[in-house]
């Protein structure tokens, strides 16, 4: 996983009950997860995520999804 510009990070996963997102802070640790129905929801969705995490700040991508408190080491 490659961290993005405001120090998320996002991949999809493949589990024994469907496809899930994972919204991945600097650290590696997940702070968010979306089940998907399939692989193409899942990708369309990874993909938003994404353009997200260089479009927006640190600050408004976790008020965007509902992350809290959550701070990446470095991003203040």
């Given at each position: 996983?490659?961290?993005?510009?405001?120090?998320?990070?996002?991949?999809?996963?493949?589990?024994?009950?469907?496809?899930?997102?994972?919204?991945?802070?600097?650290?590696?640790?997940?702070?968010?997860?979306?089940?998907?129905?399939d692989r193409?929801?899942?990708?369309?969705?990874?993909?938003?995520?994404?353009?997200?995490?260089?479009?927006?700040?640190?600050?408004?991508?976790?008020?965007?999804y509902r992350?809290?408190?959550?701070?990446?080491?470095?991003?203040?």
């Amino acid at each position: 996983m490659s961290v993005g510009e405001n120090g998320f990070g996002v991949q999809i996963r493949e589990a024994d009950d469907g496809w899930r997102v994972v919204i991945l802070d600097d650290s590696g640790s997940v702070v968010s997860e979306r089940t998907c129905r399939d692989r193409s929801e899942a990708r369309v969705f990874a993909s938003t995520v994404r353009q997200h995490i260089y479009w927006l700040s640190a600050d408004r991508f976790r008020t965007y999804y509902r992350l809290g408190a959550v701070r990446p080491a470095g991003v203040s």
